[in-house]
């Protein structure tokens, strides 16, 4: 089963656009990922975002975290092609309890 | 340093067969993960180990399919026997089982069943 939705299901951009993408859950978490995963490999781990923490940025992402909505937002700036993949958020739930979203298909072109 | 390492990469099997798949977690690293991926879709967790415990299994469906952890290192996935079903991508995943540290995940076993 899974835990998070993720909106849209897919989406399709220009290089240089910003790309948004959100995520829902719905119990309580430890923490908040968000993973990337080109076609036909394994998932990256991109960044964590703790419980208590309500934005967190790593180079051209940025993540929000919304505790009382249950919410999350993805979004990377200044889209590159290389960027085009899937992207999903997990949950960290007890202890190392990990449950992946449905995910976002992300493509952009040049 | 190595990645999480899974073999095979690619199987072929005919239904009812049994199969196999490898994972050699990150050195290190308590908390190993079986995830099944279906085309389009997310991973969905079928186990979880702490060391060579299997502290989440309700998703595993135990009537074909097992796994295990052997000195909390190592761990294989079974099915047996295989239906059409199952074909999917098998992930594995380590974690080094502190609070609030991400997974790292190995390139998959994807799995063909005719």
């Known amino acids: 089963s899974q835990q998070g939705e993720e909106d849209p299901q897919a989406l399709s951009i220009q290089e240089g656009e910003n790309a948004t993408m959100n995520c829902s859950y719905k119990?309580?978490?430890?923490?908040l990922q968000w993973y990337r995963q080109n076609s036909g490999r394994g998932l990256v781990h991109l960044i964590l975002?703790?419980?208590?923490?309500r934005e967190k940025h790593s180079g051209r992402l940025r993540v929000t975290l919304d505790t009382s909505k249950k919410s999350s937002s993805l979004l990377i700036t200044a889209s590159r092609a290389a960027d085009t993949a899937s992207y999903f958020c997990?949950?960290?739930?007890?202890?190392?309890?990990?449950?992946f979203g449905t995910g976002t298909r992300l493509l952009v072109s040049p | 340093e190595a990645g999480v390492v899974q073999s095979p990469r690619y199987k072929i099997i005919e239904k009812k067969q049994p199969v196999a798949f490898w994972c050699n977690p990150i050195?290190?690293?308590?908390?190993l993960y079986w995830y099944l991926q279906n085309l389009g879709q997310g991973p969905e967790l079928l186990i979880r180990?702490?060391?060579?415990?299997?502290?989440?299994d309700s998703q595993l469906p135990k009537d074909r399919f097992s796994a295990e952890r052997l000195k909390g290192v190592d761990s294989t996935l079974k099915i047996q026997p295989a239906e059409l079903g199952d074909s999917a991508v098998y992930l594995c995943?380590?974690?080094?089982?502190?609070?609030?540290?991400?997974?790292?995940f190995g390139q998959g076993t994807r799995l063909t069943v005719v």
């Open positions: 995943a380590s974690s080094p089982g502190t609070p609030n540290t991400e997974a790292f």
């Open positions: 119990t309580s978490i430890n923490n």
């Open positions: 975002i703790r419980s208590n923490e």
């Open positions: 997990a949950t960290e739930h007890g202890f190392q309890k990990l449950v």
């Open positions: 050195s290190g690293h308590n908390t």
């Open positions: 180990y702490e060391n060579e415990e299997a502290v989440d």
